[in-house]
């Protein structure tokens, strides 16, 4: 008997079409997600790099590292693998732990502090010597949280560093410029010697005078003088004596350049690396 509503006759395999249909383009819009997921994986970039100071026995380095997490899923990082080497010498290898986690389709900064001890390397590479200058690469890659199942990402970049030697310095002469009752000012001839492959430029020196294995003053001076690698600089550096001292020192220096007066020092002075000590 035929259908005498006039309305259509429903059909139980179009419904069950319909159905499949909205099953199979929900598992491909996850499917597209998921493969959409894996192509835009997380980037690492070095932006930055600087030694904040050097001195005969370390320098310390910043570096900075963008990470970027373009896809969909928010991003946990939980530490970051570290390699400082040259010419397949390895100068640092470390794994630090850095808890940070970058939402979605995000930018994240991390700052990494690295100490690089030079007795170490030395030990290990007897012929890197003091004051050369030797390549280096550092290379990163981060480890993140393992269930994102994220592969390792890595970056890397290049730079020189320095294995500084200390520089000698000479009192040369000490000369009277002005005397009176209450003082006396002396300038002191300084012979600053720098055997680095770098040039260096004083900023400051600390310094004690000494007369008789005893400091009768101590104070400190701005040469800005700049010694040029494997060469040496001429400075001056003022001094004033007082009452306690004024008749030692006064003795002293008239026995001609400086007899019995020695100085001891602290060199504070800046390279393109960064500030350095001596």
Do not use: C
């Not at 794994?95 to 995000?106: E, F």
Request: zero cysteines; charged letters at 20%; glycine letters at 4%.
């Amino acid at each position: 008997m035929g259908n005498t509503s006039g309305r259509p006759a429903h059909s139980v395999a179009n419904e069950g079409d319909k159905t499949t249909r909205q099953r199979t383009t929900l598992n491909d819009l996850l499917a597209e997600e998921r493969k959409e997921q894996k192509l835009e994986s997380p980037s690492v970039k070095i932006t930055s790099m600087a030694f904040t100071s050097i001195d005969l026995e370390q320098a310390h380095m910043d570096v900075e590292v963008e990470i970027h997490n373009p896809g969909k899923l928010g991003l946990n990082l939980v530490s970051m693998n570290i390699l400082l080497d040259s010419d397949s010498r390895i100068l640092v290898a470390a794994k630090q732990d850095h808890a940070l986690s970058i939402v979605p389709n995000h930018v994240e900064f991390l700052k990494i502090s690295l100490t690089i001890v030079y007795k170490n390397i030395q030990d290990r590479y007897p012929e890197i010597k003091p004051g050369q200058i030797i390549p280096y690469n550092l290379k990163l890659w981060p480890d993140y949280q393992e269930t994102l199942n994220v592969s390792k990402i890595s970056t890397e970049k290049a730079g020189k560093l320095p294995f500084p030697l200390e520089p000698t310095v000479q009192l040369k002469k000490a000369s009277i410029y002005e005397i009176s009752m209450e003082q006396l000012s002396v300038r002191l001839q300084l012979k600053v010697e720098n055997k680095n492959e770098f040039h260096f430029s004083v900023q400051k020196i600390d310094y004690n005078v000494v007369l008789s294995g005893e400091v009768v003053v101590s104070g400190s001076a701005s040469p800005k003088t700049v010694v040029r690698s494997n060469s040496f600089k001429l400075t001056d550096l003022p001094i004033t004596f007082w009452p306690k001292n004024l008749l030692t020192a006064l003795f002293t220096i008239a026995r001609g350049r400086g007899s019995g007066l020695t100085v001891q020092w602290k060199l504070h002075a800046y390279t393109h690396f960064g500030p350095i000590q001596f």
